[in-house]
């Protein structure tokens, strides 16, 4: 009997998100972002790289996640940064400035037995 992919471990159960969900979870104090798109789950850092905003006090549209604090958006499919802040003209150049884009670090996600684990970091996409 197998026990799921190793390096993965059990978060919580998968019926405990509805679609369009998005909750805080803790893992040995590390803070996480789980979301629920249709019947895709994703795991990310639940604070912000930009400036330590908790994600999760966010909106969530489709797989798009928004920081409260400054509008930074990211994909959770991969991390990717969609918009560093919602900032404009040379306050958003100096807030990358002093602070450059980076993606938001995301897990690998499983299923197993109706309970949703969580594994190793994806890789960060390429910078095109």
Not at 10 to 30: F, N, P, Q, V, Y
Not at 31 to 37: C, I, M, N, S, Y
Request: aromatic content about 8%; proline content about 4%; some cysteine.
């Amino acid at each position: 009997m197998t026990n799921g992919s190793e390096g993965f471990i059990a978060l919580m159960s998968e019926s405990a998100l509805k679609d369009g969900d998005m909750i805080e979870a803790d893992t040995d104090g590390h803070k996480l972002l789980v979301a629920r798109v249709g019947d895709d789950f994703f795991v990310a850092d639940a604070h912000c790289p930009h400036l330590h905003a908790n994600l999760t006090k966010g909106t969530i549209e489709g797989t798009v996640v928004t920081c409260p604090l400054h509008g930074s958006r990211f994909d959770l499919t991969d991390g990717h940064v969609l918009r560093w802040t919602s900032w404009e003209g040379a306050v958003k150049s100096m807030a990358e400035f002093v602070r450059h884009p980076r993606s938001l670090r995301v897990y690998e996600t499983e299923i197993f037995g109706g309970v949703l684990r969580v594994g190793p970091q994806k890789e960060f996409p390429a910078k095109a």
